[in-house]
């Protein structure tokens, strides 16, 4: 078992101590102070030197010295070394924690910027990345917690994470295991298949509220399919259905009697003749202008075509205009753009030759021969001479182009001008023969025949009238037949309609009678399954029961004193995780009194230093509660409220001569534990 003991603890300017050295010498301590004097702050130290927290877990505690005015007092350096014994080798860590000033450029005083922190191990500076390093090769953070401090696994841990630890040490049961041990689970595996029992417990309990949902809704339905039924009264469905056969056939009987008298046969005969009179009529008045209709066909054709050719003759003429007005405004641009050339050519062509050169050398500053200076001064000339040339020559181009285009525009726009005026002749040639033809149009329409005043037209037309007032005196005559027809036939419709909608409600009876069969047949089928569901967790929580028993026993065999309830029972006889540390009988969390609570947790330190394999200082906060503390396998360091002491007072013993004749005593929350502990023995 790795062995790690606290041989010194050096505190300099940390949560208000100035300077305080902790020497244990590797044994058991006892520090005793009065309250706010520092000795909660030696553990905030020794937690903080390890993993930058204090004894609570807060990684953002103060760490400063604190003046009155409860502002930190800066400029200086907060240190915490400590010295351990590590399976005796002697390891020394220290850590060192200061305030960053530093000076502006310009500034004459300095500016607070923040912190920085240095590491030593054995007196060698480290960096943070090693610091760390080292101490998880010493002992990891979660381990360094639980053996340290006895509150820690009972009021810092989560209910879930002290339920892992726990089983960690005593190993946890397989489902095969369990069901071995109880006769009661030996149709189990066989309920829950492939599943565990957590998770078949899981599907039962879903599937119990869903049915137990069901359970509920389905009285519900039935009572509303029960109140939806109509009320049929005495009425026998047979004989109704035969009323209703029997009404259809007289429904069919007087249709055919309305039918006979709307389509009487005087009536149909006179018809009939009366299509026949409109038919010559109509054949007479065709034949009396068919001869003028055809000429007046073809006038109206031969105005059309004249027409729109006159119309295609506008449209030509007015492309014609368009161009000309078109050419017109190209001549005008054109002209502007050879007056500007021309103004152009003569500014470029008046321009004259200027050019001074020097007559000195650019490298040596002497003067250059007059040769090279007159050869110089004829190449330019040559250059400006060409230039200028080329200028010109490009502006004559530009305006010879220019006058080109305007020529040819302007002989375009003669021949338009001359197509312009034949186009407007032909048009008014052609109007002529449009007004022409549209004359002799009106003429023929004019000549067209009157059939209205012929003879035979008139006497055709007096016969129709005749035929048509025949006709409605016949049906005048059947007019009350018909009415009568009518009424009997809308009574017996209607009589019938009622009794379909009587037969309808005993169709709708049965439908709704065979939904509430159906979900009454639903809701037994329910309830068994619910029956056979309720078995089966019954068997999940037998299960769960038995677990519950063999983990505790097998947990609580590990520890000497404390004891761990892992499950809780509801009044529905459901089973919660949870994870209570008792001490004889009473809960850590209520009733426990501060001495049994501190023993409970060195009994768990103890009990985990074995699981490990290593043990750590053990430092013991209110220990002044305790008349005796248990013994432990790690170094204890007591922290004792003595209000006689206004500093500091340390003193140190070794555990393992402890005297036989001391007694250790614990005192519940109710009353003294009956066993006394001498040497690590029980005696009754």
């Known amino acids: 078992m790795k062995q790690i003991v606290l041989q010194s603890l050096t505190l300099r300017n940390f949560k208000g101590i100035r300077n305080f050295t902790l020497n244990t010498n590797g044994e058991s301590t006892k520090v005793f102070g009065d309250n706010a004097v520092g000795k909660t702050t030696l553990f905030d130290a020794f937690t903080w030197l390890k993993f930058d927290k204090d004894s609570q877990n807060k990684k953002d505690f103060e760490i400063k010295t604190l003046d009155a005015k409860g502002q930190p007092a800066h400029h200086l350096e907060h240190e915490v070394e400590g010295v351990l014994l590590v399976d005796g080798?002697?390891?020394?860590?220290?850590?060192?924690?200061?305030?960053?000033?530093?000076?502006?450029?310009?500034?004459?005083?300095?500016?607070?910027?923040?912190?920085?922190?240095?590491?030593?191990?054995?007196?060698?500076?480290?960096?943070?990345?090693?610091?760390?390093?080292?101490?998880?090769?010493?002992?990891?953070?979660?381990?360094?917690?639980?053996?340290?401090?006895?509150?820690?696994?009972?009021?810092?841990?989560?209910?879930?994470?002290?339920?892992?630890?726990?089983?960690?040490?005593?190993?946890?049961?397989?489902?095969?295991?369990?069901?071995?041990?109880?006769?009661?689970?030996?149709?189990?595996?066989?309920?829950?298949?492939?599943?565990?029992?957590?998770q078949h417990k899981k599907i039962i309990k879903a599937r119990m509220t869903a049915i137990n949902k069901e359970l509920q809704d389905l009285p519900i339905r039935i009572n509303e399919a029960n109140r939806s039924m109509p009320d049929v009264g005495d009425t026998d469905e047979e004989f109704l259905a035969d009323d209703i056969a029997s009404l259809q056939k007289r429904i069919q009987d007087k249709a055919d009697e309305l039918s006979r008298i709307q389509s009487g046969g005087e009536v149909a005969v006179k018809e009939k003749r009366q299509r026949e009179l409109e038919g010559e009529l109509i054949q007479l008045r065709n034949q009396l202008q068919s001869g003028t209709m055809e000429k007046i066909t073809e006038q109206r054709r031969v105005v059309s075509k004249l027409h729109n050719e006159a119309a295609a003759l506008e449209r030509t003429i007015d492309e014609k205009a368009q161009r000309v007005r078109s050419n017109e405004a190209a001549i005008k641009r054109g002209v502007e753009e050879r007056s500007r050339l021309r103004?152009?050519?003569?500014?470029?062509?008046?321009?004259?030759?200027?050019?001074?050169?020097?007559?000195?050398?650019?490298?040596?500053?002497?003067?250059?021969?007059?040769?090279?200076?007159?050869?110089?001064?004829?190449?330019?000339?040559?250059?400006?001479?060409?230039?200028?040339?080329?200028?010109?020559?490009?502006?004559?181009?530009?305006?010879?182009?220019?006058?080109?285009?305007?020529?040819?525009?302007?002989?375009?726009?003669?021949?338009?001008?001359?197509?312009?005026?034949?186009?407007?002749?032909?048009?008014f040639s052609?109007?002529?023969?449009?007004?022409?033809?549209?004359?002799?149009?009106?003429t023929l329409q004019a000549g067209m025949t009157d059939v209205s005043t012929d003879p035979a037209y008139i006497a055709k037309q007096r016969e129709i009238d005749m035929v048509k007032s025949e006709i409605l005196g016949l049906r005048s005559a059947n007019l009350g037949a018909l009415e009568t027809a009518r009424m009997d036939l809308s009574k017996l419709r209607s009589e019938v309609g009622m009794m379909q909608q009587q037969q309808a409600k005993f169709q709708q009876v049965k439908i709704l009678q065979g939904r509430v069969e159906e979900l009454m047949q639903q809701e037994k089928v329910l309830a068994d399954e619910y029956a056979k569901l309720e078995g089966e967790l019954h068997q999940t929580e037998e299960f769960t029961r038995t677990k519950v028993a063999l983990l505790e026993n097998r947990i609580n065999s590990k520890f000497k004193y404390a004891r761990f309830k892992l499950f809780d029972v509801q009044v529905n006889g459901a089973l919660n995780d949870v994870c209570e540390t008792t001490f004889e009988g009473v809960p850590y969390s209520s009733g426990l009194n501060n001495a049994a609570r501190i023993n409970v947790g060195l009994d768990i330190?103890?009990?985990?230093?074995?699981?490990?394999?290593?043990?750590a200082p053990i430092f013991v906060d209110n220990a002044e509660a305790v008349t005796q503390l248990i013994p432990t396998d790690g170094q204890q360091i007591s922290l004792i409220v003595s209000e006689k002491d206004k500093q500091l007072r340390v003193e140190s013993r070794n555990d393992d001569q402890i005297r036989s004749d001391e007694l250790l005593t614990f005192v519940s929350g109710y009353a003294a534990v009956s066993q006394i502990i001498v040497d690590n023995e029980v005696i009754q």
């Open 89 to 198: 080798r002697r390891r020394t860590f220290r850590k060192l924690y200061k305030e960053v000033w530093t000076k502006k450029r310009g500034s004459v005083s300095q500016d607070f910027s923040g912190h920085t922190s240095d590491y030593f191990i054995d007196g060698v500076p480290v960096k943070l990345a090693e610091y760390k390093a080292e101490i998880a090769a010493l002992i990891s953070e979660d381990i360094f917690k639980l053996l340290t401090n006895p509150s820690y696994f009972n009021e810092q841990m989560k209910t879930e994470e002290k339920r892992a630890l726990l089983l960690s040490i005593c190993g946890n049961l397989t489902d095969n295991e369990v069901i071995a041990t109880n006769m009661k689970l030996s149709k189990l595996p066989g309920i829950i298949g492939d599943n565990t029992i957590e």
């Open 343 to 427: 103004e152009q050519y003569d500014r470029i062509k008046a321009e004259e030759f200027q050019h001074q050169h020097d007559e000195n050398c650019p490298t040596c500053g002497q003067t250059l021969p007059t040769e090279q200076v007159e050869t110089s001064h004829q190449k330019a000339l040559a250059a400006f001479n060409l230039k200028k040339s080329e200028r010109l020559e490009s502006i004559s181009t530009q305006g010879k182009a220019a006058k080109a285009i305007c020529d040819k525009l302007e002989a375009e726009n003669k021949e338009l001008a001359t197509e312009h005026d034949f186009l407007n002749n032909e048009l």
């Open 430 to 442: 052609k109007n002529t023969e449009v007004s022409s033809a549209g004359s002799e149009l009106e």
């Open 605 to 615: 330190i103890n009990t985990l230093s074995q699981h490990y394999g290593v043990t």
